[in-house]
């Protein structure tokens, strides 16, 4: 029986080489792990999108509303073209993100504990954990605000409400349902696409700006929102969101397993992470496009240059775009925050418990999950209390850029090396294309950092 089964792995095997796919040798497969190759169906992996949309829109969270507006504002239409410059890198480190989640099963906390020492996994996990706690507090303001803006009744009110509504949902919500809600709040992030479309643009221009970069500008405050826009757009909490995402889908999908111990789910799976990814990362540029499109063709062309946060942007189009404008603007607020929140604590929670190798996980019962569970919640409440302290909402994100500034590139050279580790992936290490514009995105990660911290 043993021999028979064999047999089929090497004709398989032969058959996937035969036609251009991974080679997999008889030998590295264990017999419990056999399972017919999944159909590389384009259809049935639209429908199975998920990790990569919600990673996408997540990126574009208050937080990351305040800067793109800033830079839209401040420089007008020639920052249009950063959208498109950062897209190939974006899509690139988030696809790595992805396969190393689905094909080892863990995160990329749990990967960098086990490849290389604990002490490198707990200080980026430290780092992580900070930036995050600022970036929280500064998205759960904003919601309070936009809430306050538009139904009236204390700010702080709405901001206690939601931070217990977030930590209430992602725990006593099992993961496959609670990921469909968050599906459905990625369409907020349209707000800004239709906000667009109301204000006056002139078309022609804007297409020029995006395809040519103002190579004159490059000095001075320019190249500090430059390096905002960036590091707001490729931000490492984003990474370990979806490397876990990706292992929280082999654990709740009974006839999933991770790639290296079910090689033959690998064409079907990859297809489909790829195709995530690619529309998950169109969607986050796309709409960062057009916040920066419509602060330039607004409050840039009336001289209302410095804007502080994105509520303050809000507020600003009002009088200049229309009321319309306005509404949908600061509903965009609250549903991408709505959106933010669960991803940035729930990234923290992934990536402090792989690390401390607990029991992960949002599909586990909250009484087998305490741990994973309390730093989720601490994370949350940490943001909560930022915001009654005082802190300077602009100051709590500037030291959370300045730490994901600092963050990023290492973490990425890190994932980039485990990517290509066949230690780690076994048959899987990522195709030469995306190791080119994996390492690419990281020296202009790198750049930006080092530019940012000469400008601080």
């Not at 904003?142 to 803006?149: D, K, N």
């Not at 309390?374 to 005082?390: D, S």
């Amino acid at each position: 029986m043993a021999r028979h089964v064999e047999n089929k792995i090497a004709l398989w095997g032969r058959r996937v080489s035969a036609t251009g796919g991974t080679r997999i040798d008889s030998k590295s497969v264990s017999t419990s792990a056999v399972q017919p190759p999944q159909k590389s169906n384009l259809f049935a992996n639209v429908l199975r999108l998920g990790p990569g949309i919600v990673t996408g829109a997540s990126d574009d969270d208050p937080s990351g509303i305040a800067t793109y507006s800033q830079a839209g504002a401040q420089f007008g239409l020639s920052v249009l073209w950063m959208a498109l410059f950062s897209y190939p890198f974006m899509c690139a480190i988030q696809e790595i993100s992805a396969r190393i989640g689905r094909v080892t099963g863990v995160g990329i906390a749990a990967n960098i504990r086990k490849t290389y020492s604990r002490p490198v996994a707990f200080s980026v996990v430290a780092l992580l954990l900070v930036a995050t706690v600022f970036n929280l507090g500064a998205d759960l303001g904003a919601i309070a605000e936009a809430a306050h803006m538009l139904f009236g009744g204390p700010a702080r009110l709405h901001l206690v409400g939601m931070g217990i509504l977030t930590v209430l949902l992602q725990i006593f919500i099992p993961y496959t349902k609670y990921v469909k809600y968050l599906k459905w709040l990625c369409l907020s992030i349209l707000a800004y696409v239709i906000t667009a479309f109301v204000v006056h643009i002139d078309w022609t221009a804007t297409l020029k700006a995006t395809l040519l970069p103002p190579l004159r500008a490059f000095h001075g405050d320019y190249i500090t929102v430059a390096v905002a826009v960036f590091g707001t757009t490729i931000s490492p909490y984003l990474f370990f969101w979806q490397a876990s995402q990706e292992a929280e889908e082999v654990k709740v999908r009974r006839r999933e397993n991770p790639l290296r111990r079910a090689p033959a789910q690998a064409p079907g799976q990859l297809q489909r992470i790829r195709l995530d990814t690619y529309i998950g990362m169109a969607a986050s540029n796309i709409v960062a496009f057009f916040i920066m499109l419509t602060a330039a063709a607004t409050l840039h062309s009336h001289g209302q240059t410095d804007i502080q946060s994105a509520t303050q942007a809000a507020q600003a189009l009002g009088p200049l775009a229309g009321r319309f404008a306005y509404i949908i603007f600061a509903l965009g607020i609250i549903g991408t925050g709505l959106l933010a929140v669960p991803v940035l604590a729930g990234s923290a929670a992934y990536a402090v418990g792989e690390a401390m190798k607990w029991r992960v996980g949002l599909e586990v019962k909250p009484h087998r999950a305490i741990k994973f569970y309390g730093t989720l919640g601490f994370a949350i409440v940490l943001g909560l209390l930022l915001n009654f302290i005082h802190l300077d909402p602009i100051k709590a994100l500037f030291i959370a850029a300045v730490i994901n500034g600092v963050l990023a590139a290492p973490v990425m050279a890190l994932m980039m090396l485990l990517a290509r580790n066949p230690k780690v992936m076994g048959q899987f290490t990522v195709p030469r294309y995306l190791q080119i514009i994996g390492w690419a995105g990281t020296a202009a990660m790198f750049l930006v950092s080092v530019a940012f911290l000469m400008r601080v």
